[in-house]
């Protein structure tokens, strides 16, 4: 069974950081790639950014590029989004994702797999 946790979220300042992680636990975690993806009220998921199987190639959304870094490693099954620079708009419940829908740094969607490959996300909010 394939298990998705994620942490880190919270209340922060506009321009201030955070560092989300997600443990990933019941899959070769370094076979595949990885993601987040996050969700405001009212607007459709979004894929943030994705990660290739060896953390050769990224990806990253247009609104979040050059603010967002995202990484992983493998030897501890975990994935992180390092975010500076946050903004109001970037409030939402972010979600981690294995094996999301992947091509080398081009697109970053969300995996067709069970309800197993996903987290219940963690909540990012962010003050003007």
């Known amino acids: 069974q394939v298990q998705v946790v994620e942490s880190g979220g919270g209340l922060v300042q506009a321009g201030g950081s955070l560092r989300l992680s997600c443990t990933v636990s019941g899959l070769t975690f370094d076979d595949y790639p990885m993601g987040w993806f996050r969700q405001s009220p009212g607007k459709e998921r979004e894929g943030v950014s994705c990660i290739s199987w060896s953390g050769g190639t990224t990806y990253y959304a247009d609104s979040v590029k050059g603010r967002f870094t995202i990484s992983r490693d493998n030897a501890k099954n975990t994935l992180y989004l390092q975010m500076n620079s946050l903004k109001p708009e970037d409030t939402a419940m972010y979600y981690c994702?294995?094996?999301?829908?992947?091509?080398?740094?081009?697109?970053?969607?969300?995996?067709?797999?069970?309800?197993?490959?996903w987290g219940k996300g963690t909540l990012v909010t962010i003050s003007s």
């Open positions: 994702a294995a094996r999301p829908k992947y091509y080398n740094g081009a697109y970053c969607g969300w995996p067709s797999y069970g309800r197993d490959y």
